[in-house]
């Protein structure tokens, strides 16, 4: 009923780009701030960029500034994160979530999470 779907995930060499999607069925994407996060193993789940809800603003953290970004489009009710020049250290599992409000960078404030889509940087 009220799902998000992350996909294309994979495993690509050093300095490669990939294209995560995630889409939403069952709610209105365009209402939600979406957030990005991953979680490599033995760490702790991080948020790494997000779109508002409204006015169009992004976040980005610093290991992703420059490399990553995040767009919509409401047409697919979907949100993307576009990921180049990839790093080894940007293996993980990697999460996409929704909240009715504002971009935050704690996982606690979303309410609704993806099932998540690994990605490999070998070293």
């Known amino acids: 009923q009220l799902q998000l779907v992350e996909s294309g995930g994979g495993l690509v060499q050093p300095g490669g780009s990939l294209r995560l999607s995630c889409a939403a069925s069952?709610?209105?994407?365009?209402?939600?701030?979406i957030g990005w996060f991953r979680q490599a193993p033995g760490k702790e789940r991080e948020g790494i960029s997000c779109?508002?809800?409204?006015?169009?603003?992004?976040n980005y953290a610093d290991s992703v500034k420059g490399r990553f970004i995040i767009f919509r489009d409401n047409a697919k009710n979907s949100v993307y994160l576009q990921m180049n020049s990839l790093k080894p250290e940007d293996t993980a599992v990697y999460y996409c979530?929704?909240?009715?409000?504002?971009?935050?960078?704690?996982?606690?404030?979303?309410?609704?999470w993806g099932q998540g889509t690994q990605v490999t940087v070998p070293s």
């Open positions: 779109v508002f809800n409204s006015g169009g603003s992004t």
């Open positions: 979530a929704a909240a009715r409000s504002y971009c935050a960078a704690s996982p606690s404030h979303y309410t609704y």
């Open positions: 069952g709610f209105a994407l365009n209402y939600y701030a």
